[in-house]
Protein backbone atom coordinates (compact mmCIF):
# COMPACT_ATOMS: atom_id res chain seq x y z
CA UNK A 1 0.00 0.00 0.00
CA UNK A 2 1.52 3.34 -0.92
CA UNK A 3 2.06 5.30 2.81
CA UNK A 4 0.65 8.81 2.58
CA UNK A 5 2.42 11.34 5.56
CA UNK A 6 1.26 14.90 6.41
CA UNK A 7 2.96 17.16 8.10
CA UNK A 8 2.37 19.08 10.25
CA UNK A 9 0.08 17.51 11.60
CA UNK A 10 -1.25 20.35 13.96
CA UNK A 11 -1.47 24.01 12.56
CA UNK A 12 -1.85 27.28 14.60
CA UNK A 13 -3.01 30.13 12.39
CA UNK A 14 -4.30 33.50 12.38
CA UNK A 15 -7.41 34.96 10.15
CA UNK A 16 -5.61 36.26 6.98
CA UNK A 17 -2.30 34.00 7.03
CA UNK A 18 -0.98 31.86 4.33
CA UNK A 19 -1.16 28.46 5.20
CA UNK A 20 0.64 25.28 4.07
CA UNK A 21 -0.26 21.55 4.54
CA UNK A 22 2.88 19.45 3.13
CA UNK A 23 1.47 15.72 2.09
CA UNK A 24 4.23 13.11 1.17
CA UNK A 25 3.94 9.42 -0.06
CA UNK A 26 5.71 6.20 0.08
CA UNK A 27 6.03 6.79 -3.37
CA UNK A 28 5.24 8.53 -6.71
CA UNK A 29 1.54 9.35 -7.45
CA UNK A 30 1.78 10.79 -10.33
CA UNK A 31 -0.55 13.71 -9.26
CA UNK A 32 -3.06 11.53 -8.59
CA UNK A 33 -3.60 13.30 -5.26
CA UNK A 34 -6.84 15.07 -3.78
CA UNK A 35 -7.33 17.64 -1.17
CA UNK A 36 -10.25 17.28 1.15
CA UNK A 37 -11.71 19.14 4.27
CA UNK A 38 -13.61 17.93 7.05
CA UNK A 39 -15.16 20.06 9.95
CA UNK A 40 -16.50 17.68 12.81
CA UNK A 41 -20.33 16.47 11.99
CA UNK A 42 -20.25 16.91 8.69
CA UNK A 43 -19.72 15.45 5.31
CA UNK A 44 -15.97 15.70 4.43
CA UNK A 45 -15.39 17.87 0.99
CA UNK A 46 -13.66 17.57 -1.78
CA UNK A 47 -10.92 20.35 -2.16
CA UNK A 48 -8.27 19.58 -5.08
CA UNK A 49 -7.92 16.66 -7.21
CA UNK A 50 -5.38 16.03 -9.58
CA UNK A 51 -2.52 17.75 -7.71
CA UNK A 52 -3.96 21.14 -8.87
CA UNK A 53 -6.99 21.25 -9.61
CA UNK A 54 -9.78 23.23 -7.80
CA UNK A 55 -13.06 21.29 -7.46
CA UNK A 56 -16.33 23.51 -8.54
CA UNK A 57 -17.22 25.83 -6.09
CA UNK A 58 -14.21 25.85 -3.58
CA UNK A 59 -13.10 29.25 -3.58
CA UNK A 60 -9.67 30.15 -4.97
CA UNK A 61 -7.68 30.67 -1.63
CA UNK A 62 -7.18 27.20 -1.72
CA UNK A 63 -4.33 25.95 -4.15
CA UNK A 64 -2.27 22.78 -4.80
CA UNK A 65 1.11 21.67 -6.06
CA UNK A 66 3.53 19.03 -6.09
CA UNK A 67 4.96 16.23 -8.29
CA UNK A 68 5.98 12.77 -7.70
CA UNK A 69 6.43 12.11 -4.01
CA UNK A 70 5.54 15.72 -2.43
CA UNK A 71 2.51 18.03 -2.48
CA UNK A 72 1.18 20.72 -0.86
CA UNK A 73 -1.91 22.84 0.12
CA UNK A 74 -2.06 26.35 0.49
CA UNK A 75 -4.49 28.60 1.83
CA UNK A 76 -4.21 32.29 0.85
CA UNK A 77 -6.11 34.60 3.35
CA UNK A 78 -7.48 32.19 5.96
CA UNK A 79 -11.35 32.63 6.49
CA UNK A 80 -12.61 31.52 9.41
CA UNK A 81 -14.86 28.91 7.91
CA UNK A 82 -11.85 27.65 7.09
CA UNK A 83 -10.15 26.04 10.34
CA UNK A 84 -10.98 22.22 9.85
CA UNK A 85 -9.47 19.39 9.69
CA UNK A 86 -7.19 18.55 6.36
CA UNK A 87 -6.47 15.36 4.41
CA UNK A 88 -4.62 14.07 1.61
CA UNK A 89 -5.64 10.77 -0.68
CA UNK A 90 -4.00 9.24 -3.33
CA UNK A 91 -5.67 7.38 -6.37
CA UNK A 92 -2.38 6.32 -7.89
CA UNK A 93 -2.52 2.76 -6.76
CA UNK A 94 -5.39 0.77 -5.19
CA UNK A 95 -5.67 0.41 -2.36
CA UNK A 96 -6.80 4.06 -2.37
CA UNK A 97 -4.66 5.66 0.83
CA UNK A 98 -5.40 8.58 2.81
CA UNK A 99 -3.02 11.07 4.94
CA UNK A 100 -3.58 11.54 9.33
CA UNK A 101 -4.87 14.84 8.79
CA UNK A 102 -3.72 18.07 9.64
CA UNK A 103 -5.70 20.03 11.93
CA UNK A 104 -5.80 23.21 11.45
CA UNK A 105 -6.36 25.79 14.79
CA UNK A 106 -6.91 29.37 15.03
CA UNK B 1 -26.93 18.27 -6.29
CA UNK B 2 -26.70 14.05 -5.45
CA UNK B 3 -26.79 13.59 -1.65
CA UNK B 4 -26.04 10.64 0.55
CA UNK B 5 -27.46 9.52 3.37
CA UNK B 6 -25.93 6.26 5.84
CA UNK B 7 -28.34 4.31 8.06
CA UNK B 8 -28.14 0.97 10.07
CA UNK B 9 -27.66 -0.32 13.64
CA UNK B 10 -24.94 1.61 15.92
CA UNK B 11 -23.72 -1.01 17.57
CA UNK B 12 -22.86 -4.62 16.57
CA UNK B 13 -21.90 -7.30 18.99
CA UNK B 14 -18.63 -9.17 17.92
CA UNK B 15 -18.64 -11.70 15.89
CA UNK B 16 -21.73 -10.34 14.06
CA UNK B 17 -22.23 -8.88 10.83
CA UNK B 18 -22.58 -5.21 10.49
CA UNK B 19 -24.36 -4.16 7.86
CA UNK B 20 -25.59 -0.40 6.25
CA UNK B 21 -27.44 0.97 3.97
CA UNK B 22 -26.92 4.35 2.05
CA UNK B 23 -29.55 6.29 0.43
CA UNK B 24 -28.93 8.53 -2.56
CA UNK B 25 -31.16 11.07 -3.35
CA UNK B 26 -30.62 13.48 -6.31
CA UNK B 27 -29.11 11.02 -8.83
CA UNK B 28 -29.19 7.86 -9.65
CA UNK B 29 -26.94 4.95 -8.46
CA UNK B 30 -27.44 3.34 -12.01
CA UNK B 31 -25.24 6.37 -13.69
CA UNK B 32 -22.26 4.41 -15.41
CA UNK B 33 -20.66 7.76 -14.96
CA UNK B 34 -19.89 6.84 -11.17
CA UNK B 35 -18.51 4.21 -8.59
CA UNK B 36 -20.18 4.27 -5.30
CA UNK B 37 -18.08 3.40 -2.25
CA UNK B 38 -17.35 3.29 1.40
CA UNK B 39 -14.66 4.25 3.35
CA UNK B 40 -14.20 4.36 7.19
CA UNK B 41 -12.79 6.54 9.89
CA UNK B 42 -11.56 4.60 13.62
CA UNK B 43 -11.76 6.86 16.38
CA UNK B 44 -8.56 8.93 16.67
CA UNK B 45 -6.83 6.51 12.80
CA UNK B 46 -7.24 7.93 9.45
CA UNK B 47 -9.52 7.42 6.90
CA UNK B 48 -9.70 3.66 5.08
CA UNK B 49 -11.01 2.92 1.85
CA UNK B 50 -12.91 -0.08 2.10
CA UNK B 51 -14.71 -1.07 -1.66
CA UNK B 52 -16.75 0.25 -4.62
CA UNK B 53 -18.99 -0.68 -6.83
CA UNK B 54 -20.42 -0.18 -10.49
CA UNK B 55 -23.38 -0.58 -11.63
CA UNK B 56 -22.98 -1.38 -15.34
CA UNK B 57 -20.63 -3.79 -15.04
CA UNK B 58 -21.27 -4.96 -11.46
CA UNK B 59 -17.85 -5.14 -10.80
CA UNK B 60 -16.59 -4.61 -7.47
CA UNK B 61 -13.16 -4.08 -6.05
CA UNK B 62 -12.34 -4.13 -2.36
CA UNK B 63 -9.54 -3.29 -0.05
CA UNK B 64 -7.75 -6.24 0.05
CA UNK B 65 -7.07 -6.08 3.94
CA UNK B 66 -11.16 -6.28 4.11
CA UNK B 67 -11.82 -8.14 1.14
CA UNK B 68 -12.60 -11.16 2.84
CA UNK B 69 -14.98 -9.90 5.03
CA UNK B 70 -16.84 -7.38 2.34
CA UNK B 71 -19.41 -7.26 0.70
CA UNK B 72 -21.26 -4.30 -1.39
CA UNK B 73 -24.24 -4.39 -3.14
CA UNK B 74 -27.17 -2.04 -4.78
CA UNK B 75 -30.25 -2.35 -4.97
CA UNK B 76 -31.56 -0.05 -7.87
CA UNK B 77 -35.09 -0.36 -7.14
CA UNK B 78 -34.63 2.15 -4.06
CA UNK B 79 -31.38 3.80 -5.02
CA UNK B 80 -29.04 2.43 -2.46
CA UNK B 81 -26.12 1.11 -1.76
CA UNK B 82 -25.20 -0.97 0.93
CA UNK B 83 -22.31 -2.62 2.99
CA UNK B 84 -21.75 -5.49 4.97
CA UNK B 85 -18.65 -6.49 6.84
CA UNK B 86 -18.41 -9.91 8.62
CA UNK B 87 -16.68 -11.23 11.82
CA UNK B 88 -16.50 -7.96 13.06
CA UNK B 89 -14.44 -7.06 16.15
CA UNK B 90 -13.30 -3.89 18.05
CA UNK B 91 -11.00 -2.80 15.15
CA UNK B 92 -13.95 -2.22 13.17
CA UNK B 93 -15.41 0.44 15.34
CA UNK B 94 -15.19 3.60 13.56
CA UNK B 95 -17.44 5.98 11.16
CA UNK B 96 -19.18 4.93 7.95
CA UNK B 97 -18.85 6.62 5.12
CA UNK B 98 -21.15 6.46 1.84
CA UNK B 99 -19.31 8.14 -1.17
CA UNK B 100 -19.58 9.07 -5.26
CA UNK B 101 -16.60 8.55 -7.52
CA UNK B 102 -16.02 9.55 -10.85
CA UNK B 103 -15.34 6.88 -12.89
CA UNK B 104 -12.03 6.82 -14.78
CA UNK B 105 -8.42 7.28 -13.61
CA UNK B 106 -8.92 10.78 -11.56
CA UNK B 107 -10.33 8.38 -8.43
CA UNK B 108 -11.78 11.19 -6.34
CA UNK B 109 -14.52 10.98 -3.44
CA UNK B 110 -16.92 13.21 -3.98
CA UNK B 111 -19.63 13.85 -2.55
CA UNK B 112 -19.66 12.13 1.04
CA UNK B 113 -22.20 11.14 3.26
CA UNK B 114 -22.56 12.54 6.60
CA UNK B 115 -21.21 9.43 7.94
CA UNK B 116 -22.69 6.98 10.74
CA UNK B 117 -21.14 5.66 14.23
CA UNK B 118 -20.34 2.09 14.65
CA UNK B 119 -19.76 0.61 17.23
CA UNK B 120 -18.49 -2.87 17.95
CA UNK B 121 -19.10 -3.96 22.08
CA UNK B 122 -20.76 -6.69 23.72
Known amino acids: DILMTQSPSSLSAFVGDRVTISCRASQSVNKYLNWYQYKPGTAPKLLIYAGSNLQSGVPSRFGGSGSGTEYTLTISGLQPEDFATYFCQQSYGSPYTFGQGTKLEI | QVQLQESGPGLVKPSQTLSLACIVSGGSITNNDYLWSWIRQPPGKGLEWIGY????????YYNPSLKSRTAISMDTSKNQLSLELSSVTAADTAVYYCVRTPSGLLVRFDPWGQGILVTVSS
Open chain 2, 53 to 60: IHHSSGRT
